[in-house]
């Protein structure tokens, strides 16, 4: 079966870094995503690594090694609006998107 | 319009009414996707779209149904309501299938009494 696992919630502390975790299992990989999800809101696009290593966007950066199934999202000087899910996904042999059921991350003062 | 839209926002339903909801995409995306959203799932894929007039059914299509009659538009249909129908579904597009990014709709909040 397919199966995209990352912690159900973080909390972190303003200004402090982060890092979420995703490990996958999936028939193929053609690539992961990273999306940022704010409550009752639609999903927007962070991220794509489709080659192992680190890419970096500003106060973000996502991670991948395909040979461990395994991908990080990190993130630099939380701010508030920072508070949301992190989703997960990875395209398979279809070039279907089997997401993870996301991350709430909680921020505080 | 602006990017990706969805009609309506939300509807509270009574079960085994048939109801459509409406996706439109003003960006010539080739590929369009339904999903639906249960707290503590993941986004599940309905049925997609890889290209104006094909359609394909993703991990939950039983009690759904699409069309694509052109780049645009993309809507899906519930033939007879059910409870278990009650999420919220998300309409996406991409430029095309396939390790592109996914824009998503504001999302319908669906409610099958």
């Known amino acids: 079966g397919q199966n995209i696992d990352q912690p159900t919630e973080m909390t972190a502390t303003e200004g402090a870094i982060v890092q979420i975790n995703c490990t996958y299992q999936?028939?193929?990989?053609?690539?992961l995503f990273w999306y940022q999800q704010h409550a009752g809101e639609a999903p927007t696009f962070l991220s794509y690594?489709?080659l192992d290593g680190l890419e970096e966007k500003g106060r973000f950066s996502s991670f991948l090694s395909r040979s461990k199934g395994y991908s990080y999202l990190l993130l630099k000087e939380l701010q508030m609006k920072d508070s949301a899910s992190y989703l997960c996904?990875?395209?398979?042999?279809?070039?279907?998107?089997?997401w993870g059921a996301g991350t709430k991350l909680i921020i505080k003062p | 319009i602006a990017g990706i839209t969805q009609a309506p926002t939300s509807q509270i339903l009574a079960a085994g009414r048939r109801m459509t909801l409406r996706c439109t995409q003003d960006?010539?995306?080739?590929?369009m996707y339904w999903y639906r959203q249960d707290l503590g799932l993941g986004l599940r894929l309905i049925h997609y779209?890889?290209?104006?007039?094909?359609?394909g059914k993703g991990e939950v299509p039983d009690g759904y149904s699409v069309s694509r009659a052109n780049t645009d538009d993309f809507p899906l249909t519930l033939a007879s309501a059910v409870p278990s129908q009650t999420s919220v579904y998300f309409c996406?597009?991409?430029?095309?299938?396939?390790?592109?990014?996914?824009?998503f709709g504001p999302g319908t909040r669906l409610t099958v009494l």
């Open positions: 996406a597009s991409s430029d095309s299938a396939g390790g592109h990014e996914q824009f």
């Open positions: 960006m010539r995306h080739n590929a």
């Open positions: 779209s890889n290209t104006a007039g094909t359609t």
């Open positions: 999936t028939s193929g990989f053609n690539g």
């Open positions: 690594n489709v």
């Open positions: 996904a990875v395209t398979d042999s279809n070039y279907q998107l089997i």
